[in-house]
């Protein structure tokens, strides 16, 4: 095991980890303290290779010992699964208001094109034009910011939860 890519968890007792022992067939069966933990310690490590997981556990709580990786793997899968949808819901809405920004982009060129040719040149006109530029600007900011930088922190949670869905995760009971 490469000591770099490892996450070492000391629990007390099965509850720091896992919500309820009895709810290990649910999706998301860890702790949001554990899951926070285990996350920010994974966001530290390098992000290729596999990431192994060491889980020292009371011997009072020996019975739980083949149920953990499991439900880490669940719970990890869930997110990632959850975070999929996120990263598409994000792409679609990023593109339906994009082709409505350009619509309207259409729109205001349009209009600008009108108010040149039905109004002499003066200050009111290169008010109007100029107003319709930033309006245009402003229209398409939030498209291609969804399309070009939101995306992005939600696949980096998408390969992290990947990798942790399939961390190699060890139990080691402690005798003490």
Not at 13 to 34: F, G, Q, V
């Amino acid at each position: 095991m490469n000591g770099s890519l490892e996450i070492k968890l000391q629990l007390l007792n099965i509850n720091e980890l896992l919500r309820s022992p009895i709810s290990l067939y649910r999706k998301r069966t860890l702790k949001s303290d554990a899951e926070d933990f285990i996350v920010e310690e994974a966001e530290t490590l390098p992000r290729k290779g596999t990431i192994n997981m060491k889980v020292h556990l009371a011997l009072s709580e020996v019975k739980y010992k083949d149920d953990i990786a499991l439900a880490i793997h669940r719970h990890f899968c869930y997110r990632r699964e959850q975070s999929q949808k996120k990263f598409k819901r994000v792409l679609q809405y990023g593109w339906r208001i994009l082709f409505i920004a350009l619509g309207l982009l259409a729109v205001i060129f349009s209009l600008t094109e009108i108010a040149l040719h039905l109004i002499p040149d003066n200050r009111l006109v290169l008010f109007i034009r100029e107003s319709f530029i930033i309006l245009g600007w402003v229209a398409l900011w939030r498209p291609l910011e969804l399309l070009l930088y939101d995306w992005y922190p939600i696949k980096t949670n998408i390969n992290l939860y990947y990798r942790l869905e399939h961390s190699n995760v060890q139990v080691i009971i402690n005798e003490s």
